[in-house]
């Protein structure tokens, strides 16, 4: 039996789909909550396959009918999975380091390359770009060393990853539009000690037509 301990999660999850029966040896490599969600996947996985035998039997496969019936279907194991992802992605960031975001964008991706819940929930556009600035602040860490700071980090749950996702993008629009004072955005910026990485890869991404505005007038007050 391997040992848990000394496996990374990469390592765990590629065990987990070559051996998604051995499910004695699963439950004891994953802590519970892991496992939980490796179960619901795979009871997700299982459920698609009988939808999709039912909707071929009924000659429906392919219709706009099919649509219906796997939203009815796999709604309550939806939010099944998104509970035990929650749950999972509060525990790792509240451990604020490298290897527990990490191991977070490992859950995310996997349940990206599934299909699974990462497009029915909104909290789930917010994490994969607050990914990606992770990933951007790391490298600029690995290259300036101590000298940077993965302010990132100072993100401890779902709750403060969204919360901050969005209000950063509605502070922009509000700057952009000169309906905002300036005062407030900086003093957010500054009040969660954010990068300019953090925020140069939020308006990059979102919906602000006028990036070069915004950028300038945040660049002036905070990172002169």
């Known amino acids: 039996m391997?040992?848990?301990?000394?496996?990374e999660l990469s390592n765990k999850i590629e065990y987990w789909k070559e051996r998604p029966d051995e499910r004695e040896v699963l439950a004891e490599l994953f802590s519970p909550t892991e496992y939980r969600i490796l179960e619901t996947i795979r009871q997700f996985e299982m459920l698609d396959g009988l939808v999709t035998k039912k909707l071929k039997a009924v000659g429906k496969a392919g219709?706009?009918?099919?649509t219906f019936i796997r939203a009815e279907e796999e709604a309550g194991i939806s939010a099944?999975?998104?509970?035990?992802?929650?749950?999972?992605?509060d525990f790792l960031l509240a451990q604020g380091t490298v290897e527990a975001w990490m191991d977070i964008a490992i859950w995310?991706?996997?349940?990206?390359?599934?299909k699974y819940i990462v497009e029915d929930y909104w909290e789930f556009p917010a994490l994969e770009?607050?990914?990606?600035?992770?990933?951007?602040?790391l490298k600029a860490f690995l290259q300036i060393g101590g000298a940077f700071h993965i302010s990132i980090l100072s993100l401890r749950s779902m709750q403060e990853l969204t919360d901050a996702y969005?209000?950063?993008i509605f502070l922009c629009r509000r700057l952009e539009y000169g309906v905002e004072p300036e005062e407030e955005i900086m003093e957010y910026i500054q009040k969660m000690k954010f990068s300019?990485?953090?925020i140069h890869s939020i308006i990059s991404e979102a919906q602000i037509f006028n990036k070069e505005k915004v950028l300038k007038a945040i660049e002036e007050r905070c990172w002169k």
Do not use: H, R
Request: without cysteine; hydrophobic residues 50%.
């Open 2 to 7: 391997p040992d848990k301990n000394q496996w």
């Open 63 to 66: 219709k706009v009918e099919e």
């Open 80 to 89: 099944l999975l998104k509970k035990y992802v929650m749950e999972q992605l």
């Open 108 to 114: 995310y991706f996997l349940l990206k390359e599934k």
């Open 129 to 137: 770009a607050m990914i990606e600035v992770f990933m951007k602040e």
């Open 166 to 168: 969005f209000k950063v």
């Open 196 to 198: 300019d990485v953090v």
